[in-house]
């Protein structure tokens, strides 16, 4: 069975083709129901009784941490992920990402943004505006750009499904399949029209009611995650939100904007140590997030507490260890290097 649902995930990744209609939308009702209705140990409920916007693992037994920046189109890179072999100190025998999500020995935390290949499918965006000013919403290379989208979409919800307790997804403000404004979100568009593009795209290709379940998916989605020597975030928080205001997120749309669309020099000075002294258990505490890209590896900003480890040209991830002081000089690793099996 294990065999059976990885090399399903590497057909997905391959983004040979568009999901079927009944698939996505049966994966993506699935997914958002587990998303509504986490485990309360560290998923605590909102008013509404639902699930909440924090995932708080300070009281949970700690687990090596991989958090991994906006993926944007990037099946590949998650493939790659899931193929790299951890660091032997982590285990004494060894083993990579998915045979220890599969033994439930990790945790992994995507920051969030899903769709829009941004700046490595420009060339591919501007080509789908010129299909989409002929009123032609699914022509080849919107096609293409929804492959990938879609394909990483799907591995992700799939594996949400078959790990529930291990991995997790945080909204990120890509995190918008409708391009709506309202609940913390904005429309979006960069080199075209992307965001309403990908709106009529999946209208056309599969209707409303795929729509309506993927946008379920997303505002079910939690925005932040807390561990005893972390933060996780897709954004530099905005200002510093309460543990109450994280879990009310969904009645509140200036926690999730303030979690997932600031810029840089935007935040409120001093809102990261703020967070971290209340949602943290160390003082060498370090808050992680993508969202603005980088240069290298990653960039500091708030006293080198706050650590933005997303570049789109490269395939990292931050590996943080229980109990210790997170290091990204020797903590951040490339996976793209990883031969695929």
């Not at 065999?3 to 999901?19: A, R, S, T, V």
């Not at 795209?201 to 079910?220: A, K, N, P």
Request: charged share 25%; proline share 4%.
């Amino acid at each position: 069975m294990e065999k059976d649902f990885f090399k399903k995930l590497q057909i997905l990744g391959e983004c040979n083709e568009l999901p079927q209609h009944d698939y996505i939308f049966e994966l993506a009702d699935k997914t958002a129901s587990i998303l509504e209705n986490e485990n309360e140990s560290f998923r605590p409920k909102a008013k509404n009784k639902k699930s909440g916007g924090l995932l708080d693992f300070t009281g949970q037994k700690q687990l090596p941490l991989i958090v991994v920046p906006d993926l944007h189109a990037r099946a590949c890179f998650l493939w790659h992920l899931l193929n790299w072999e951890l660091p032997q100190d982590y285990f004494v025998q060894h083993l990579n990402v998915f045979q220890a999500l599969e033994k439930g020995l990790i945790r992994i935390v995507l920051v969030g943004d899903l769709l829009h290949s941004e700046v490595r499918g420009r060339k591919r965006w501007m080509k789908a505006w010129d299909e989409f000013m002929l009123r032609i919403e699914n022509g080849p290379c919107m096609t293409m750009e929804m492959k990938e989208g879609l394909g990483l979409l799907s591995m992700v919800m799939e594996l949400k499904c078959a790990f529930p307790e291990h991995f997790h997804i945080l909204k990120g403000n890509h995190e918008n399949i409708n391009n709506c404004h309202g609940h913390g979100d904005f429309p979006f568009c960069k080199f075209a029209n992307e965001g309403e593009m990908v709106r009529l795209f999946m209208q056309t290709v599969y209707g409303d009611d795929v729509l309506f379940v993927i946008q379920c998916f997303e505002r079910s989605l939690p925005v932040l995650a807390s561990f005893p020597n972390c933060l996780v975030s897709h954004a530099e928080p905005k200002r510093a939100f309460c543990r109450e205001e994280v879990i009310e997120n969904a009645s509140n749309e200036d926690v999730t904007a303030g979690l997932t669309w600031t810029e840089n020099d935007s935040a409120e000075d001093g809102s990261v140590s703020e967070m971290l002294k209340a949602f943290t258990q160390s003082q060498n505490s370090k808050y992680l997030a993508g969202h603005r890209p980088v240069k290298g590896r990653y960039a500091t900003r708030q006293n080198d507490l706050f650590i933005q480890i997303h570049n789109p040209d490269q395939e990292n991830i931050a590996l943080i260890a229980p109990d210790a002081i997170f290091n990204p000089d020797k903590d951040i690793h490339s996976v793209s290097k990883m031969n695929e099996k």
